[in-house]
């Protein structure tokens, strides 16, 4: 009797069919963002058995450099996820900055986003609706920016939000994408270069 139990019970139990679609939301399956020179698709990658297997599902960096990034990396910034950022994405008056250093850009970022190092992010704040003044910068019709680099234990975003902040630029029109680009990765989303 207890054979028929477990077998009756396997047989009711749900079968998993594979490949089931990977949408970003329940309705939402890809999102079209638009491009200086056209538009990119955003999506997950439909394997269901894929795995993040290079340096990306590496959990444990060494601490310093790479720390724990605070929630915020400065008072008035918005942090912000995934689906945040997408919006952000398809809003062409937002600058999305992939603050990371250029060979990591070129290793793959984010659709939509554009390369500047968190070393050089003073000299673009003219491009982002400051104009420079003898105390740094004067940002009276700001553009909204959200930046990203690695992830929860890079802190190139972070010091480049930091940086902009003291140069002049309000803090108010920044979101941090804390999760980077592990979480990206890790979510199976779209990345240029791939």
Not at 75 to 88: D, S
Not at 94 to 107: I, Y
Request: glycine share 10%; hydrophobic share 40%.
């Amino acid at each position: 009797m207890k054979k028929l139990l477990v077998l009756l019970t396997l047989m009711a139990a749900p079968v998993w069919a594979e490949d089931k679609p990977v949408n970003i939301t329940r309705d939402t399956a890809s999102v079209t963002i638009p491009l200086t020179d056209g538009t990119a698709e955003i999506r997950r990658i439909g394997d269901n058995d894929h795995r993040i297997d290079d340096d990306w599902g590496r959990t444990s960096r060494a601490c310093p450099p790479f720390c724990i990034q605070p929630q915020s990396p400065a008072p008035g910034v918005t942090t912000i996820g995934e689906l945040e950022l997408i919006a952000l994405l398809q809003d062409p008056e937002v600058v999305v900055m992939d603050s990371r250093t250029p060979e990591w850009f070129e290793g793959g970022s984010i659709p939509g986003a554009i390369n500047v190092p968190y070393t050089q992010v003073i000299d673009h704040l003219g491009e982002l609706g400051c104009d420079i003044d003898f105390d740094g910068y004067v940002c009276e019709n700001p553009t909204r920016v959200a930046l990203f680099c690695n992830g929860n234990w890079c802190g190139q975003s972070p010091t480049a939000i930091r940086n902009m902040i003291e140069a002049g630029f309000p803090a108010d029109h920044i979101y941090y994408y804390r999760g980077g680009m592990q979480a990206w990765r890790l979510l199976g989303l779209t990345v240029t270069g791939e």
